[in-house]
């Protein structure tokens, strides 16, 4: 059965996390899996076990403490985050595979624009030049998910000078936009969900 999608725009994080969570709580074994597709104004997002010095300085900016792991990162507008609420049992795979697909889906995508993207061994994400292009953080609940992954269309990159993203102080970000990607957010959105949809069924 093939993920429903849904593209909610831009929309505030907190009330998208919240509904995450009731859709994973309320959800039974014949619930479709489901793609969200977003845009969130400035935010910074703490995962379980994120330390708080690594906001270095927030400024307006709200800090959220969440549920997913990993450390901080940065949302905010032209950056596209596709939350993966998905049952794993059902998948036939694990967290691990889940966050390989996730991160291959970023790299197919990349791949159409003729940019290299990459893994980097106990990081996970893509990178592009060792550059961070996407961030991934995930929760599972009963063996379903939520959260999922963010990409940089054409984010302030300003934003994570202000912290220590994903834990590793002056790790580079990217975005499309310096890449030489000149689509727009809605027709990148369009390109990853194929990207994504083609990962998670894939053999």
Known sequence: MQPVTRDLGRADYEPVWRAMQAFTKARDDATADELWFVEHPPVFTLGLAAKPEHVLDAGAIPVVRIDRGGQVTYHGPGQLVAYALLDLRRAGYGVKELV????????DLLAGYSVDGA????????????????A??????????????SLNVDADLAAFARINPCGYPGLAATRLADLGVRDTIDSVRQRWQAALLAALRAA
């Open 100 to 107: 390989r697909r996730l991160e291959q889906s970023v790299i």
């Open 119 to 134: 893994r980097q061994a106990g990081m996970p994400g893509v990178y592009v030049g060792g550059a961070k292009i996407a």
């Open 136 to 149: 991934i953080g995930l929760r599972v609940s009963r063996g379903c998910t939520y959260h999922g992954i």
